[in-house]
């Protein structure tokens, strides 16, 4: 989004609450319910989103006064972080405010570990505009490899990086990966892997340029950033290929990637990537590549009740490969990580993942 | 080190045990013992290391014998990934083992989560060895940028990467900056600073360019790849100044860089810089810097304890500048963030970096 069209929405929200002023109204505040009642998941697109579900805040309430006058000032920062052309943290945001406001600011709202901030996701949702439109920078995670050429314009001057040429490391995916930025790349595929010791392996056997794909690692749980980037790879239609463990923490960041999270629902489309199959590893796996059997973990509470909660969501029971798996956990009371693949060989893992594409051996 | 050495290391560690077996002797392991108590601060170079006490592991002996073995069995697989040319981590080699030994290998040893896993110290304290020289892989963070050119040959390729050239991301620093890669820097002296979203405040304003410096942050505490960069770019003789929350999780990631930790102790010079200086942010900035006073926020528990015992450490406590600022925190009861500087003006961190290390106002 233009730093213009951010500026014209804050300026919007501003003028609606001057008007109701002017009109001797107290100022209110429409947005999404962003609540669980409301969350829906989208057959349509294959996401969970927000429903229609309003409320309105209203600055004449002892309830409500605080946070509203809190969600202004936040608006009214921004816009001057815009204005500025500088970008900020959300730590940094709170600095600011508490400069201007003094002591009345709730400082765990505003804390960078924080996956979620309520005032910031008021303004989001209701002027449908992302955070890192309003130049907040989020918690950069995630590494690329491969064939893809960025032109990055940052700090008046710009980059080009190539994804071929970036050694051992690899290009750190931004916080911001829409403004001011831009990619292309000739990868026929895109292969997502949860764990960057994994990653660190394949760009080390050059994955990437035997198979003409990116590799990309999310460093476990996707940052903003790595979705964003995985949707407009999907956008251009590269295949989303997701390799992760098959437990508790493996299939939630695949259903992130995928669907959203319940958390995260008002992020809506944006984020999600309906189009990514689960490639691995899987309790399927264990029968198909004997080696596995004595390689295979206990579960732990953790995995048992996640396995649970999954066979209860609509989207995900749908799919009989799902369930089959997940039951195995639950009835076996094993599970099984990414890093098994490396027991007998460390090379194997290359050959897993050519033979699960090729073949088509994917859960949805 | 060469993986010619790295054999030799362990393969003497072999061969000692094979003749003790000839001569009819139980084989035994000679490390440092790893203890507070056989810890010590050396004067002479200004860090923390292991003492001189020795400790004798048996493998005759009820209640070392499967350590003893596992130990012999990790030097017997990092022996085979450095013949193989590979890397991997230490979650690999847990099932590298698991395969060959079954299910008598303790998972937890292995988890990439732990800071420290006793086997592979066993090895690096008893051969001299650092894990990198085994092949293996640590958890790797930290980003550069600034005047600094690294040619990386990895996977069998060479690469040369421009740190002025990569944009909002900066280079990743790797797991290893030993082995098969290089660097040159024209830069006058390295910043770290400890959060990530400072960092990219600052690259955003070319800090790096306008000074002539590298920007290092190791996003919160150091990973050994980053402390590794440091203890290297010190002994290029460039002041490493660094920049931190004046909080217990500042500190303390300060003084890891700075000596070592306690329980990081074992790895001695090699990991640590005593030529390194903080800068701040400090108590004694608030008096100077007169916004800061509405900006510092309440010390927590932590910090309080914290303070008390890095009073107490007579490396720390030699230093009255430390013993001042300690003694605030712990008597005002409150502490201050680097991204306190920010309240007024985000502008305002790079001169605050430039005054004070021009005035030279730091903290030993």
């Given at each position: 989004?233009?730093?213009?069209?951010?500026?014209?929405?804050?300026?919007?929200?501003?003028?609606?609450?001057?008007?109701?002023?002017?009109?001797?109204?107290?100022?209110?505040?429409?947005?999404?319910?962003?609540?669980?009642?409301?969350?829906?998941?989208?057959?349509?697109?294959?996401?969970?989103?927000?429903?229609?579900?309003?409320?309105?805040?209203?600055?004449?309430?002892?309830?409500?006064?605080?946070?509203?006058?809190?969600?202004?000032?936040?608006?009214?920062?921004?816009?001057?972080?815009i204005?500025?052309?500088?970008?900020?943290?959300?730590?940094?945001?709170?600095?600011?405010?508490?400069?201007?406001?003094?002591?009345?600011?709730?400082?765990?709202?505003?804390?960078?570990?924080?996956?979620?901030?309520?005032?910031?996701?008021?303004?989001?949702?209701?002027?449908?505009?992302?955070?890192?439109?309003?130049?907040?920078?989020?918690?950069?995670?995630?590494?690329?490899?491969?064939?893809?050429?960025?032109?990055?314009?940052?700090?008046?001057?710009?980059?080009?990086i190539?994804?071929?040429?970036?050694?051992?490391?690899?290009?750190?995916?931004?916080?911001?990966?829409?403004?001011?930025?831009?990619?292309?790349?000739?990868?026929?595929?895109?292969?997502?892997?949860?764990?960057?010791?994994?990653?660190?392996?394949l760009?080390?056997?050059?994955?990437?340029?035997?198979?003409?794909?990116?590799?990309?690692?999310?460093?476990?749980?996707?940052?903003?950033?790595?979705?964003?980037?995985?949707?407009?790879?999907?956008?251009?239609?590269?295949?989303?290929?997701?390799?992760?463990d098959?437990?508790?923490?493996?299939w939630?960041?695949y259903?992130?990637?995928?669907?959203?999270?319940m958390?995260?629902?008002?992020?809506?489309?944006?984020?999600?990537?309906?189009?990514?199959?689960?490639?691995?590893?899987?309790m399927?796996?264990?029968e198909?590549?004997k080696?596995?059997?004595?390689?295979?973990?206990?579960?732990?509470?953790?995995?048992?009740?996640?396995?649970?909660?999954?066979?209860?969501?609509?989207?995900i029971?749908r799919?009989?490969?799902?369930?089959?798996?997940?039951?195995l956990?639950?009835?076996?009371?094993?599970k099984?990580?990414?890093?098994?693949?490396?027991?007998?060989?460390l090379?194997?893992?290359?050959?897993?993942?050519?033979?699960?594409?090729?073949?088509?051996?994917?859960?949805?």
């Amino acid at each position: 989004m233009s730093d213009k069209t951010a500026i014209e929405k804050l300026e919007g929200l501003g003028k609606k609450m001057v008007k109701e002023i002017e009109k001797e109204e107290g100022p209110t505040f429409e947005t999404t319910l962003r609540t669980k009642s409301n969350t829906i998941y989208d057959e349509g697109v294959g996401c969970l989103r927000m429903g229609d579900k309003k409320e309105l805040r209203k600055f004449l309430s002892v309830a409500q006064a605080r946070t509203f006058m809190q969600t202004v000032a936040v608006a009214a920062k921004t816009k001057k972080f815009i204005k500025e052309d500088l970008h900020a943290s959300i730590r940094s945001l709170f600095y600011q405010l508490k400069f201007s406001l003094g002591e009345d600011i709730d400082e765990d709202m505003f804390s960078e570990q924080q996956e979620s901030n309520a005032l910031i996701e008021d303004l989001e949702v209701a002027l449908g505009i992302k955070r890192e439109d309003l130049h907040l920078t989020t918690e950069r995670k995630g590494v690329v490899a491969g064939p893809i050429i960025i032109k990055d314009k940052f700090g008046g001057e710009e980059s080009t990086i190539d994804g071929t040429a970036m050694g051992r490391s690899g290009w750190g995916i931004p916080s911001d990966v829409d403004n001011d930025i831009d990619f292309k790349t000739t990868a026929k595929y895109v292969l997502v892997c949860e764990k960057d010791a994994m990653w660190q392996r394949l760009n080390e056997d050059k994955f990437w340029k035997k198979e003409n794909c990116l590799l990309i690692t999310p460093k476990g749980q996707s940052s903003r950033g790595t979705r964003r980037l995985l949707r407009k790879l999907a956008d251009k239609k590269l295949p989303i290929y997701c390799f992760m463990d098959c437990d508790a923490w493996g299939w939630y960041i695949y259903w992130t990637i995928k669907t959203g999270s319940m958390n995260l629902a008002y992020l809506g489309m944006d984020f999600a990537v309906p189009e990514a199959k689960f490639i691995g590893v899987t309790m399927d796996d264990i029968e198909e590549f004997k080696f596995l059997q004595k390689l295979t973990i206990r579960a732990k509470d953790v995995d048992l009740k996640r396995a649970e909660e999954m066979l209860g969501y609509p989207w995900i029971n749908r799919h009989k490969e799902w369930v089959r798996n997940l039951k195995l956990v639950a009835s076996t009371k094993k599970k099984i990580e990414q890093d098994a693949l490396q027991g007998e060989r460390l090379t194997f893992v290359g050959e897993y993942i050519k033979q699960k594409i090729e073949g088509k051996e994917w859960l949805p």
